[in-house]
């Protein structure tokens, strides 16, 4: 199979409120290509879980590397009990409580689910997603589908089409179009395959709220070197816009002083008098608010040509993990 090029496709991008643009989706999918749809975190370029030939062609579009395993999404867990070997109790106590939504459960793989899926390991993280689009397209194809967020490598995450199409023009075929993300940043991933419940990327969907419903949980320090990757979101490295990105710390107040004026500014608070309006971006006060709009304002910055952006401390808490830790693999340098 020829990789995917810059200049493959005539990328078009339909509003997702077309039927006739819902059936085109489901046509291509079923032919083994991407598409970009939109889920309640962020977009995600889909492609057949089933056919380890469409998921490649995954990989090619965005340059991933193949140690980079996906979430597989569903339509229901009647269908994620397909894509997993094992389905215990806790699989059934978090799917009731949290599908559809923003919540990924790694099981042990079932034989269907190719092993570029879930780069050589064992096991699978699965997803029922609650944007009605993603569903509707999951009903109408009747496969699971494995999806990424519908960007570069390691870039910034779409929240938008207009994101998508930024980054993945020419690469695949077709963008649907359903407007923003609700929840903006990618889905909490819980793994339930050792003694205990482990979160592995954190996400909107708590460690406290897991642990009401499950008990002891644990949250994951980080992969072992060398180690297989149960799920994304695990690479030090990620989430970047093209800008370096600085966490103040502590020392916010003098980092801001001594920057150049040049630099953009994500704060929670108004912006400062001696800077440019158009370079400070004043973030919601509420985790929920700031995480909806981290990527399009990270987005923002890049297409401003932003090359520094000081990022102010976020208020301590555990409802704000999940927006420090895409922050801190934003500011990354690897």
Same mark, same amino acid.
């Given at each position: ?256 002083? #001594? +920057?150049? @004026? ?7 608070? !108004?912006?400062? /008098?001696? $800077? &440019? ?25 890049? #297409? +401003?040509? @932003? ?7 976020? !208020?301590?808490? /555990?409802? $704000? &993990? ?13």
């Amino acid at each position: 199979m020829s990789g995917i090029g810059e200049n493959q496709f005539d990328t078009k991008i339909l509003s997702a409120e077309d039927s006739d643009a819902l059936g085109q989706a489901v046509e291509l999918l079923g032919q083994g290509l991407p598409v970009a749809l939109p889920t309640e975190t962020v977009y995600g370029l889909a492609a057949d879980a089933l056919s380890a030939e469409a998921v490649t062609r995954i990989f090619e579009a965005k340059g991933r590397p193949a140690n980079n395993p996906l979430i597989v999404h569903v339509d229901s867990a009647a269908m994620a009990r397909d894509c997993v070997y094992a389905w215990p109790s806790a699989a059934d106590q978090l799917a009731s409580a949290f599908w559809p939504g923003p919540l990924s459960i790694v099981l042990p793989k079932a034989d269907s689910i190719p092993d570029i899926v879930t780069a050589g390991g064992v096991t699978v993280a699965v997803r029922c997603p609650a944007h009605p689009v993603m569903r509707d397209v999951l009903t109408r194809c009747g496969f699971p589908l494995a999806a990424p967020s519908a960007n570069l490598s390691n870039r910034v995450s779409p929240t938008r089409a207009q994101h998508v199409s930024k980054q993945l023009n020419g690469r695949i075929p077709l963008i649907l179009d359903g407007g923003a993300c609700e929840v903006g940043i990618e889905s909490t991933v819980i793994d339930l395959t050792g003694e205990v419940a482990t979160i592995l990327r954190p996400g909107m969907i708590g460690l406290g709220q897991v642990r009401e419903l499950l008990g002891d949980t644990q949250v994951a320090t980080g992969p072992q070197t060398g180690a297989t990757l149960k799920s994304p979101g695990q690479l030090p490295q990620h989430y970047s816009p093209k800008a370096r990105v600085v966490l103040a710390g502590e020392l916010w107040e003098a980092t801001l002083g #001594q +920057a150049n @004026a040049d630099a953009h500014v994500i704060s929670l608070e !108004p912006p400062a /008098a001696n $800077w &440019d309006p158009e370079k400070w971006h004043e973030m919601p006060s509420s985790p929920d608010g700031y995480a909806r709009n981290l990527y399009e304002t990270l987005h923002r910055c890049d #297409q +401003a040509g @932003a090359e520094l952006i000081l990022v102010q401390p976020l !208020p301590t808490g /555990a409802e $704000w &993990d999940a927006i420090r830790d895409r922050l801190t693999r934003a500011a990354n340098e690897g």
